[in-house]
């Protein structure tokens, strides 16, 4: 796990790399490898990697980066980890394939000799790498199928920079600063920036599951590789009727597997543990697996402390269930306020979440850990969230609205003025019968922070048109159903896994666990698990999702886990969001604007207007 940074001038008259740039720009990342840090300039001073590292595995200086393979012909930056590295070592080195380091670093040099660029059909892992062709005179930057680790590059016509933070590669100084009309609109509507935008016209992120080659005629268009809607439509060509017992059995072992291969590590891997049954599951998993000294973790909020929302007396006795050392991190909203400035500067991009996974990593980091399990991603596979049921039954009752020329619009327009008059519904209720009856409208409504019409009191008119106009919402929406699975239940689980997972989950947690030197690794998001049990999950009975993954240990997950997640109540790690925006005077800006004091408004809408003023 680590940054990666580099500098392309491919074309003819653009000046070489320069050095400081590149330092600059590594260095600008040295949370995300405090174990080591290195560069490298081509002969012809074209090209030039640099890396931070953070050893996890091989820790020799050997497996340091960037790594250049024996014959000089390629050069590589890895961001990431391979997990079934040591089968491909193993099939390289029965062609007759040689290595000098234990590292999955050296796998993929030698992979790619092999293959190429398809190379990437063959890794199980978190990935985000660049690697130099000599031979060709190009640049390969490639993604993991899921996007868990982030990829960013700048082209302005003559070199081309990349980087593992956005703000790295600003950091170098030659890269525009200039906000991003589409990326500000995508944050206030979703809460988070969508791919493949960023708060900066001049960045673009490498989309999730693509790779893009870069040579003498500059960024050809990115090539998809994985789409996360594939696995679900694939698996409704199967039979319709599975038999849920051997479904039930798949799922066991796939999860098994999973997990068995996140565990591939030359440190200690440990756990983040809440009140639910993901995390629970996967602590009994790794027990299966042989880990027997477990180090797991809980926050505790003060503000929490007696209620429902307190994960630790649970998080404890799941701990206990299955012999882990447990450390229960109490948060204060004075420990809130001291670390505000330190998560702004760290956060890559702007968004309404990671406040969680910075407490939890750095507790995690205070006990030594330097990798760990996050149960995150079981509800979009196992139908977690309320959004599997809502949206579909949404769909349902505003479809037939939707045939009426205007009456949608005049519906919004009514119910906006009464609540502009006295606050009665939640204010995207507006927009029901405009968005409800389509898939993407009502993934918008579900998932939106804002809604489109809102807009206008957040941004400049001019940019937010402009904004929504590159952006447009609803396909970009669409977009992610490609190819479009049939079943409601496998529409919303592709949408959830293609856009809250990977723009706000995913990335949140690589910024917050990366700014404390923590790995954090998440056995759900992993793209063989999906393809295997697409079709099990989705033939399971409404509901039964996460009691098949609550028993997928040899020693299920306590009842008291289990009984509460079938009581609806949702667990991962809540925060105090809502009253520390009304007590801490450093996030009081939302005060200005007078929707925001509105006793009926959400604390997103609040928390996301206070991250754009900061």
Not at 338 to 356: H, Y
């Amino acid at each position: 796990m680590c940054g990666i940074a580099g500098i392309y001038a491919y074309h003819y008259a653009a000046n070489p790399v320069e050095v400081t740039e590149l330092c600059a720009m590594r260095d600008h990342m040295a949370a995300r490898g405090p174990d080591g840090r290195g560069e490298w300039v081509s002969a012809d001073g074209r090209v030039g990697f640099g890396h931070r590292r953070l050893a996890i595995i091989d820790l020799s200086e050997e497996a340091a980066q960037p790594m250049v393979s024996p014959d000089g012909s390629a050069v590589i930056a890895f961001n990431g980890e391979i997990y079934n590295y040591q089968a491909l070592r193993a099939a390289l080195e029965a062609k007759g394939r040689a290595f000098r380091t234990r590292s999955d670093t050296e796998v993929l040099l030698q992979l790619y000799a092999l293959k190429g660029a398809a190379m990437v059909f063959d890794l199980r892992g978190m990935f985000a790498f660049a690697l130099w062709d000599a031979a060709k005179h190009g640049l390969l930057l490639a993604r993991d199928p899921y996007g868990v680790k982030p990829l960013y590059y700048a082209d302005d016509g003559w070199t081309l920079r990349f980087a593992s933070q956005v703000k790295a590669l600003v950091a170098g100084g030659r890269v525009g600063r200039d906000p991003d009309p589409a990326g500000w609109a995508g944050f206030f509507l979703f809460g988070s920036v969508p791919e493949p935008y960023t708060v900066h016209r001049a960045v673009r992120a490498v989309e999730a599951g693509t790779t893009v080659w870069i040579d003498r005629c500059g960024p050809g268009r990115p090539t998809r590789y994985f789409s996360v809607s594939r696995p679900f439509a694939a698996a409704e060509i199967k039979p319709a009727r599975i038999a849920v017992a051997p479904a039930r059995g798949r799922i066991r072992a796939a999860l098994f597997d999973s997990v068995r291969h996140h565990l591939v590590a030359d440190v200690p891997v440990g756990i983040f543990l809440s009140s639910g049954v993901d995390s629970g599951a996967l602590l009994g998993l790794m027990r299966d697996a042989g880990q027997r000294d477990v180090e797991a973790i809980t926050l505790r909020y003060d503000e929490f402390r007696g209620h429902s929302d307190d994960e630790a007396p649970l998080a404890a006795l799941t701990a206990r269930h299955f012999g882990a050392r447990h450390t229960i991190r109490t948060v204060t909203r004075e420990e809130f306020g001291a670390d505000l400035p330190k998560i702004f500067a760290a956060m890559d991009q702007p968004t309404i979440d990671g406040i969680n996974t910075w407490f939890v990593a750095k507790a995690a980091r205070e006990r030594g850990l330097k990798a760990a399990l996050s149960g995150l991603g079981g509800d979009e596979l196992a139908g977690g969230y309320p959004s599997f049921s809502d949206i579909p039954r949404w769909v349902r009752l505003a479809r037939p609205g939707s045939f009426v020329p205007f009456l949608s619009a005049l519906v919004r327009h009514a119910i906006a003025a009464l609540n502009g008059m006295m606050p009665l519904v939640h204010p995207k209720a507006a927009g029901f019968l405009q968005y409800a009856g389509s898939y993407s409208g009502a993934y918008l409504l579900r998932r939106g922070v804002f809604m489109p019409w809102e807009l206008a009191g957040l941004m400049d008119r001019d940019f937010m048109r402009e904004g929504l106009r590159r952006l447009d919402p609803l396909k970009h929406i669409a977009a992610v159903l490609e190819p479009k699975p049939k079943s409601a239940w496998s529409k919303v689980a592709a949408l959830e896994a293609g856009l809250y997972l990977r723009n706000q989950l995913l990335r949140d947690t690589d910024w917050a666990g990366m700014a404390h030197s923590l790995e954090v690794r998440v056995p759900f998001v992993d793209a063989p698990l999906v393809q295997n049990v697409a079709a099990d999950f989705a033939a399971l009975p409404p509901g039964a999702g996460k009691e098949v993954v609550a028993n997928s240990p040899s020693v299920a997950v306590p009842a008291e886990i289990q009984d509460r997640a079938k009581s609806g109540f949702k667990t991962g790690f809540a925060t105090p969001i809502a009253q520390w925006l009304q007590q801490d005077e450093q996030v009081r800006a939302w005060q200005e604007v007078p929707r925001l004091r509105s006793a009926n408004c959400p604390w997103a809408r609040r928390w996301a207007y206070q991250i754009a003023r900061a």
